[in-house]
């Protein structure tokens, strides 16, 4: 069963990009689930997130305060605007624009952490801008959504707010306390964990992927090309601006990653809970979820290479 988990965890781009692909050939049979559920799988992806973390791992926000800042500016920064300015070059419709600004407005991905872990990044490092970026993303992800997409599109900052409280922060912190009353139950839990969120991460996916299927194979091509452009230049920018601080190797692979690999499930939970009228800003999370896990694996095995020439 653990081995299992393991195939099933180490090759999420592989299930993800399957499960997207079905969804787009047969999307009636998921067309019958309704997009409510996505937040529920967000929340449990989240409780899952909140398992595998430690209060030690944010001791890193203390012992190396500057690093962590970096990263977080980095991510709150660039990826909202490279988002607002493809959104702007491609002359996205309101809905789509207001897809691709949700995922870059938001937090980095746990997904990250895994890629910077097999890219010999610096893990210690990506597991606290993961955490920090979480707990800032209540505060930041509705007012720079506010900020970018507000003269456009109606944007309940409170709303927002409040909702990532719920699906994200809430199920982190049960998972922290989970962790602490049964430890001994989360250690033999840990290790089926990934695969279950890389299931839960596809589920959604293809419940998004369902429910646009007819539009998306209409006129999918452009957003799926914001979606890669969005990414490949946060990965691009992210590892630059390490190197212009002078970072080390593994601190600028560990931004690099961070910054280009966002928490997409959560773009679109917040486009199904707050922009219903925009059924079509849910897409681009969707396309973002499937495209930085097949990125990001490439990016980690580049790397990779690149350190085992060094050695």
């Known amino acids: 069963m653990k081995a299992l988990c393991h195939y099933i965890s180490e090759y999420m781009g592989v299930l993800v990009l399957a499960a997207s692909l079905l969804a787009l050939m047969f999307p009636s049979v998921l067309q019958q689930v309704r997009p409510t559920v996505i937040n529920p799988l967000l929340g449990v992806i989240m409780f899952g997130m909140g398992l595998t973390l430690n209060l030690r791992d944010f001791k890193i926000v203390f012992s190396r305060p500057k690093d962590v800042i970096i990263g977080c ?67 930041l992800t509705p007012l720079l959504t506010w900020a970018l997409a507000g003269k456009s599109v109606d944007v309940d900052v409170a709303g927002m707010l409040l909702s990532i409280l719920w699906v994200v922060i809430l199920p982190i912190v049960i998972g ?19 695969a279950f969120s890389s299931l839960a991460i596809a589920l959604i996916v293809a419940i998004i992927i369902a429910a646009n299927a007819d539009k998306l194979l209409a006129g999918g091509l452009v957003i799926v090309a914001v979606v890669m452009l969005h990414n490949i230049c946060g990965l691009s920018l992210g590892y ?40 079509m800003a849910t897409i681009p999370g969707a396309i973002f979820s499937v495209w930085h896990n097949i990125s990001g694996a490439l990016v980690a ?11």
């Open 301 to 311: 095995r580049m790397y990779a290479r690149t350190e085992k020439r060094k050695q």
């Open 73 to 139: 500016l980095a991510q709150f920064t660039i990826m909202p605007l490279l988002a607002w300015g493809l959104a702007r070059a491609f002359q996205l419709d309101e809905a789509l624009a207001l897809g691709v600004v949700l995922v870059g407005c938001c937090p980095g991905g746990t997904a990250s952490n895994v890629i910077t872990y097999l890219a010999k990044g610096d893990l210690a490092l990506s597991v606290g801008m993961t955490g920090v970026s979480t707990l800032l993303a209540p505060l």
């Open 240 to 279: 630059l601006i390490g190197r212009l601080l002078g970072l080390a190797e593994a601190k600028k692979r560990a931004v690099s990653i961070e910054v280009g690999m966002q928490n997409s499930g959560l773009a679109s939970s917040l486009a199904t809970l707050h922009f219903a009228a925009y059924p």
């Open 176 to 194: 922290l306390l989970v962790k602490w009353i049964w430890p001994k139950f989360t250690e033999k839990a840990v290790d089926y964990l990934p």
